[in-house]
């Protein structure tokens, strides 16, 4: 065998080897710790315990409220957990709300080995939904996400058969995960080692048996019936605008807010105000808050 056949031989395992670390690292993210909680913001803070409707056990924060207006779930983005949707939680708080904020499956301190981004974790919300419903059945509840959360809102609402909800807030849901994780290589490797990155989406489809060109936002989003914002940055690289406008027309009942200069997620923590502004005006436009 030649040296330069020994090298190609190298290279390619090589190769294999790096998508193979790749898609590994992708279903099993880190683990980063809580880093805020109700608590620290002023607010009641109880941990609980659940599980999710697949048997995943799960972690979270219930806010209590005495005479609550609406109850709030919030999910959590990819590589987040619960401390992330907390200054959300607050400010929906001191609107009336009762809030619970919860880590998906292998994030904070779920349980759960592997994550699907957004497609095994619609369990983790439909679980989140019905803890909140138990606590006070009756009062109208609103779905809030972030990213990955945003598209597991979604697809639990549209696919889940007990998991339902009076209005969704989805702040930079992908629109279909296969260009979701493209995406996400563009943006913090570019596009020449994305295009060498692509045939992760095929191992990770090996691995969990989920196809990621098969779970898809929109898709979900025409299925429902409640009110829906749609929260978007205009330079989001993760998720590009297009991808935003896709889920925006799947539904007539679904609002597009879109954030000049914003990247993925940016607007609530660049545009407070703004973005507080619209969820809030959503919330009393549609009868989940009012002046009573």
Not at 44 to 60: I, K, W, Y
Not at 253 to 263: N, P, R, Y
Request: aromatic share 10%; net charge neutral.
């Amino acid at each position: 065998m030649s040296i330069a056949t020994i090298l190609i031989l190298a290279l390619i395992v090589l190769y294999l080897a790096i998508l193979l670390g790749v898609s590994w690292f992708s279903l099993h993210p880190l683990r980063i710790p809580i880093f805020l909680s109700p608590g620290a913001l002023g607010l009641p803070q109880e941990s609980v315990a659940f599980n999710s409707t697949d048997g995943v056990p799960l972690r979270g924060w219930w806010i209590h409220h005495e005479n609550p207006k609406a109850v709030a779930v919030l999910a959590h983005g990819f590589l987040m957990n619960r401390a992330e949707p907390t200054p959300m939680a607050k400010r929906l708080y001191e609107e009336g709300f009762a809030c619970l904020l919860f880590d998906f499956r292998r994030h904070g301190l779920s349980g759960g080995s592997i994550s699907t981004v957004g497609w095994a974790e619609r369990h983790d919300v439909a679980a989140a939904v019905a803890l909140a419903r138990a606590r006070y059945p009756g009062v109208k509840l609103v779905l809030w996400g972030s990213s990955m959360g945003a598209a597991a809102s979604a697809l639990a609402v549209a696919h889940e058969p007990d998991c339902h909800a009076d209005a969704l807030i989805l702040d930079s849901a992908y629109s279909r995960l296969v260009d979701a994780t493209g995406g996400w290589w563009r943006t913090f490797v570019g596009p020449w080692i994305t295009f060498l990155l692509m045939p992760t989406w095929i191992l990770g489809w090996l691995f969990t048996r989920i196809d990621p060109r098969g779970v898809d936002v929109a898709d979900a989003i025409s299925k429902l019936h409640q009110p829906i914002l749609l929260m978007h940055g205009d330079a989001d690289l993760i998720v590009p605008l297009e991808a935003a406008k896709r889920n925006q027309n799947a539904n007539p009942l679904a609002e597009l807010v879109i954030f000049e200069g914003m990247q993925h997620s940016q607007p609530r923590w660049q545009q407070t105000a703004t973005y507080d502004a619209r969820v809030l005006e959503f919330l009393r436009k549609n009868g989940i808050l009012t002046d009573n």
